[in-house]
């Protein structure tokens, strides 16, 4: 038997291919999961951006030299189990390869999910690691499952994102002159901007503004999250005085260094993505604040030890659900879902989303499976 995944080369993501390799016996303790479905969106994209950087790629080794594996969000089935604590049948949400399959080893298991002890995880972050039971998971509602797939991972990073923030009370940003602080959100059109947009635009004294392409600056207006939409060739119309802080989900350099070297009173340069692939650039000697990347486990890992965990689980719940209701409004929908089967539909979606070329209203889900 043999399964197939897709594989990436580390130093030039957009070489991609699809790859049979043989299936891994199981081992006492271990379960197999046929990957039923996931998203594939920018987030992903970034993911093989900052491969190497953030240890994407060692998830889930390709066991070739050079290649890697993209770590997606979805559910699978568990159809073969070694493990008296996991039975076939168990439906999980959780991260997956891009491949048809995945060997998992369930350790600190409970009611509602279990973490996967495998070798090769060891050192990487936990919430990575965790696979929700879906029969327990309180985000959990089965005719919900392709947005799940799309946006909960995103979500869960923009609620953080806007926690993040408020926590360090937007680093400043206006409060000596009174004046709102200014959101600066790159990649307005991306699944995590408009979801962080969405926080933040409930917060009292923010501003919120979304930087986006021409071609996508309707689309952003619809939202209705935004208090304005600007293309990046308008960045100029904001005085340069503006209390602001920037969000970036794009991480293209140039973009960067424009509002570095135009806003005097920029507080803090939040870096979290990198949806422009092709102008991906680094965060050194700009003037202003230093670019700081924006890591979610670690203030997970902050509220849950102030709040206790089911305190911040509740709290993701029933801002998730809020979303949701947006999302999808049946009068004006956020989202329009596209499911792709197959190997090669996978590699084709990727080559899309790769090269920008999607309708920012469109979500794809995506199935390995033939």
């Known amino acids: 038997m043999t399964l197939t995944r897709l594989l990436v080369d580390k130093t030039d993501i957009s070489h991609a291919r699809l790859d049979d390799a043989p299936d891994t016996p199981l081992a006492d303790g271990q379960v197999r999961v046929a990957i039923d479905r996931f998203a594939f969106t920018a987030n992903n994209i970034t993911y093989a951006a900052f491969g190497d950087a953030m240890h994407y790629w060692d998830f889930f080794p390709a066991g070739q030299e050079g290649q890697g594996i993209v770590p997606v969000w979805g559910f699978g089935d568990v159809v073969q189990t070694r493990h008296p604590g996991v039975a076939v049948g168990e439906r999980l949400y959780g991260y997956f390869p891009m491949a048809q399959s995945v060997l998992l080893a369930p350790t600190r298991l409970s009611p509602e999910g279990f973490t996967d002890a495998s070798a090769h995880r060891a050192a990487l972050h936990a919430v990575y690691n965790r696979y929700q039971r879906c029969a327990t998971d309180p985000f959990y509602r089965a005719d919900t499952e392709d947005l799940q797939a799309l946006l909960r991972p995103l979500f869960t990073t923009s609620w953080l994102i806007d926690d993040f923030l408020a926590d360090n009370a937007f680093f400043g940003a206006g409060a000596e002159a009174g004046r709102p602080a200014v959101m600066l959100l790159s990649s307005a059109s991306s699944k995590t901007a408009y979801g962080t947009a969405f926080m933040l635009a409930q917060r009292e004294g923010i501003e919120v503004v979304g930087l986006t392409s021409a071609a996508n600056q309707a689309f952003c207006e619809s939202l209705g999250c935004y208090h304005r939409v600007l293309t990046y060739e308008q960045l100029d119309t904001l005085p340069v005085d503006t209390p602001c802080v920037y969000v970036d989900f794009a991480g293209n350099g140039k973009l960067r260094l424009a509002v570095h070297t135009r806003f005097t009173e920029l507080a803090y340069s939040c870096a979290i993505g990198g949806t422009h692939v092709a102008e991906l650039g680094g965060g050194k000697n700009l003037p202003g604040p230093k670019a700081t990347l924006f890591f979610a486990p670690a203030q997970i890992k902050k509220r849950s030890a102030e709040w206790g965990a089911p305190l911040l ?40 989303v790769l090269g920008g070329e999607v309708d920012p209203r469109v979500g794809h889900i995506v199935s390995m499976r033939p």
């Open 313 to 352: 689980g509740e709290r993701l719940v029933a801002a998730w659900q809020a979303l949701l209701e947006r999302v999808s409004d049946a009068q004006s929908p956020w989202l329009v879902v596209q499911r792709h089967r197959g190997p090669e539909r996978a590699l084709a979606v990727y080559r899309q």
